[in-house]
């Protein structure tokens, strides 16, 4: 699957950015080749309720600029990435522009970016030592953004406790529910290069049958009648109770091209905490995306006072200022190879013209 170095700029080009990761492997992207230049242009139909304004995508578009660069430097090329901001039907585009040359550093990162990968086996937690700290932070800033590092243990149970909150909001409001579980991805899809295969979930056979219950819409229906599922949560806390280390990219700015920047951060982040060992799982809580009450609302109704409620504390407990906006959660462990890796669509899907 992955590109080869004599496959030609252009195009390893733009098979690097198609690995890139996506909230709920939606891709939402359509990327062209042209004879000198790579586009990644945001696709408004391929959104969710949690992607707030296009925010989580533009996250994913700046990932995929940051592949793109990566591949261009290891195929002996610079490439100038041009954010462009639109309208209602083409929102953003990033445009990868290549000339000769190449950033060594970039081009060191080329094998380590086709092996990054979502890891959300449970694994053990081990000390994120100050070294490894100062690279992953410096992977941020060289960007233009922030990554903070919460791993003392009573703020990760903190944030495994507002995590796993902003869950339970998740399973009980209902269009929110429902496109969860359409992210996912069974052995007998028809169409297995979305989503996320359950396999990596990495779930044993009890909570398999445990997730086709709780994908059911009446039972979360009865829960919400009866003011319950105070245990829809227990996976995240678990999860993230048990992580080395957490870590939070936020960048300062609000638009949509604050947003890529705050992508090709969490992606460089990505690929360099792997490369140290590190298994990463991204996780996006239901108010990642949200700006103000307007944004809540139109979350969950039901539960937009609680959302903005876990949004302020969890922004306090990483110490974000009023200018910045929160990108991505990233969880950090020691663990083994996922079971499986998420399928990309492949490139006959792409569009490619001439010019």
């Known amino acids: ?125 081990i000390g994120i030592t100050g070294d490894l700290a100062t690279t992953l932070t410096s992977a941020a800033d060289s960007e233009g953004a922030r990554l903070r590092i919460l791993d003392a243990p009573d703020d990760i149970a903190t944030a495994a406790s507002i995590l796993s909150a902003a869950d339970r909001v998740r399973y009980l409001t209902p269009h929110l529910h429902a496109q969860m579980f359409d992210e996912l991805c069974w052995p007998d899809d028809p169409f297995p290069n979305t989503g996320i295969d359950v396999r990596g979930l990495e779930l044993d056979d009890a909570d398999l049958v445990l997730l086709d219950i709780l994908r059911r819409a009446d039972v979360m229906s009865h829960l919400m009648d009866w003011d319950a599922g105070s245990a829809l949560g227990n996976d995240s806390y678990t999860r993230m109770s048990t992580a080395s280390a957490v870590g939070v990219v936020s960048v300062h700015g609000r638009t949509l091209g604050d947003y890529v920047r705050a992508g090709s951060a969490v992606e460089s982040v990505w690929i360099r905490a792997q490369q140290q060992g590190l ?47 929160l990108a991505l959660v990233l969880r950090f462990s020691q663990a083994p190879r996922p079971s499986v890796v998420s399928r990309r669509r492949g490139e006959q899907e792409s569009s490619s013209p001439s010019s």
Request: net charge negative; with cysteine.
């Open 279 to 325: 298994a990463v799982q991204p996780v996006s809580p239901v108010f990642l995306y949200a700006l103000d009450d307007p944004d809540f609302t139109e979350l969950s109704p039901s539960f937009a006072d609680d959302i903005a409620a876990l949004q302020y504390t969890f922004r306090k407990l990483v110490c974000a200022d009023a200018a910045e906006s």
């Open 1 to 125: 699957d992955a590109p080869a170095r004599d496959g030609g700029p252009v195009g390893a080009v733009a098979s690097a950015a198609r690995r890139a990761p996506s909230g709920g492997n939606t891709q939402p992207w359509r990327i062209e080749e042209h004879d000198s230049s790579v586009s990644i242009r945001l696709d408004p139909t391929l959104t969710s309720a949690m992607d707030v304004g296009f925010r989580g995508s533009a996250v994913a578009v700046g990932a995929a600029a940051f592949n793109a660069r990566v591949a261009a430097a290891a195929h002996g090329m610079d490439a100038n990435v041009e954010v462009q901001l639109g309208d209602a039907q083409l929102p953003l585009s990033a445009v990868v522009h290549l000339s000769p040359g190449g950033d060594g550093d970039l081009a060191a990162l080329y094998d380590a970016m086709l092996r990054r990968e979502t890891n959300r086996h449970l694994g053990a937690r």
